[in-house]
């Protein structure tokens, strides 16, 4: 069974402030996805990352991607409140009827 | 259009109830996705459709029976649940089945068993 685990599995930080989230696994993964649930929503797609090293950016969300694909990171520069969200990475793996697999989950809080 | 819808938003049943969660995607995509999630905690995949055959059964209790009519509906059928059964009911479908593939979530049914 492969495992994703984030740390931190809380944060509460202000408006301003810079964090990481990381995403570890003693697995590899073919990709990893990145997904930002809000109270009462679905987890909605940030990014996703294919090769080993590769970083993207999304406006102040900075993704990276493990030179061994075990690993991921979320850096956001600057939070806002509307930050405030459960973040999920999820792996992936190549192949038919492959599942995508969850994360323990991050909770973000970012207050004023 | 890029939306999963589902229905009902909100579900209160008891345990001798029989109701269905509905999921509708008009994206094209053809696998389609049934999860659950316990407050606090990440997603928990139950069943997934691909061409409208079940392609994955989570090891799902039979108390729970999903059914996918046509490529753009999904139904997941509810009987006999237990109060442990009550969470947020995720429909999600993806272009195919993938490991690439990007999930596209409905809002949810938060389903709660008395």
């Known amino acids: 069974t492969q495992l994703l685990e984030q740390s931190p599995q809380f944060l509460s930080i202000q408006e301003g402030e810079n964090l990481t989230v990381y995403c570890n696994s003693s697995?590899?993964?073919?990709?990893l996805q990145w997904y930002r649930q809000e109270p009462g929503e679905g987890p909605v797609l940030l990014v996703t990352?294919?090769?080993?090293?590769e970083v993207k950016k999304l406006k102040r969300l900075t993704f990276q991607f493990g030179d061994a694909r075990k690993d991921s990171s979320l850096h956001i520069t600057a939070a806002q409140t509307g930050d405030t969200g459960l973040y999920l990475c999820?792996?992936?793996?190549?192949?038919?009827?492959?599942?995508?697999?969850f994360g323990t989950g991050t909770r973000l809080q970012v207050t004023l | 259009d890029t939306e999963v819808t589902q229905t009902p938003k909100h579900l209160v049943m008891g345990m001798t109830n029989k109701k269905s969660l509905k999921c509708e995607q008009h994206?094209?995509?053809?696998?389609m996705y049934w999860y659950k999630q316990k407050a606090k905690k990440p997603p928990e995949l139950m069943f997934v459709?691909?061409?409208?055959?079940?392609?994955i059964n989570e090891s799902v209790p039979s108390r729970f029976s999903p059914e996918c009519p046509n490529s753009s509906l999904l139904n997941l059928h509810l009987h006999a649940l237990q109060p442990e059964d009550s969470a947020l009911y995720l429909c999600?479908?993806?272009?195919?089945?993938?490991?690439?593939?990007?999930?596209?979530f409905g809002s949810g049914t938060q389903l709660s068993v008395l």
């Open positions: 697995s590899v993964f073919s990709s």
């Open positions: 459709y691909s061409y409208e055959k079940l392609s």
């Open positions: 999600a479908s993806s272009q195919a089945l993938g490991g690439y593939e990007k999930l596209f």
């Open positions: 990352v294919v090769t080993g090293g």
């Open positions: 999820a792996g992936g793996n190549a192949g038919t009827a492959s599942k995508l697999t």
């Open positions: 994206m094209g995509h053809r696998a």
